[in-house]
Every structure is written in C-alpha cells, then in structure tokens.
C-alpha cells in the first residue's frame, strides 16, 4: 500500500474514533426519562459553561435537611438561543424545576422545564 492511501485510512480512522467519543458522551443513558421529579429549591450554583451549564439546587426535604441536586443543562450556546446569559439564574433567588432523575437514584438530573418566584420572560 502507498504511504498516502495508509495516510488516508489513519485519518478515517481517527475521524471515526472522535466522532463516536462525541456521540457517546451526549447519550442520555444517566438519565430516566421515563420519570419527571419536580423540585423546588434555592440556587447554590449556576455554571455557564460547555458542553454543559449546571445549576446546583439546594432542596428541602422531608425531614427538614437540606440536599443539594445537580441538574444539568444544554451548553451555553444553545441556552444564548434561548435568551439565556450567564447572568440569566442567579444565586439565592427560588426556582421550580421538572427534571429526568439520575437512574442510580443520585441526587441529579437533566432539566426539562423550569420556573422563576419572578415569573421573568422565558421562564415556563
């Protein structure tokens, strides 16, 4: 084989490999979305961020104790289409949340919706 068909080949290959990384890490798998949870909390956290922004979301529970979630968000490009920014959630403020759990039963998720005390434009 000519060096430049074995050239040709190794980056196919290479082309192959990433593409399938990429693919991979935006599976859903974590995640039950067969189930909804709603939340209500005070924000902890917000990260701006890529691939994904987070809000960390301290939550209440039953027996008065405070938990902390992890939900996770699209990247903050496509929040910026959305009207988001990185000022967008800010911390302390009360939010109200719909997310697909984490299958292990963790304390996460990935948003499906999501509202304000403020009802500010954009929120659902």
Same mark, same amino acid.
């Given at each position: ?90 911390? =302390? ?14 304390? =996460? =998720? ?15």
């Amino acid at each position: 084989m000519s060096k430049a068909l074995l050239a040709a080949i190794f980056a196919i290959g290479l082309v192959l490999v990433l593409v399938s990384s990429a693919v991979a890490h935006h599976s859903f798998a974590l995640f039950d979305v067969m189930k909804s949870v709603a939340l209500e909390g005070t924000v902890k956290k917000f990260e701006w961020s890529n691939p994904h922004s987070w809000i960390t979301l301290e939550v209440i529970g039953p027996q008065s104790t405070a938990d902390e979630w992890l939900i996770q968000l699209p990247p903050a490009g496509v929040l910026a289409r959305e009207g988001w920014n990185s000022k967008f959630v800010k911390v =302390g403020e009360k939010l109200s949340v719909h997310i697909n759990p984490l299958k292990n039963g963790g304390k =996460g =998720g990935i948003l499906e919706s999501f509202s304000f005390d403020d009802r500010r434009p954009g929120a659902q």
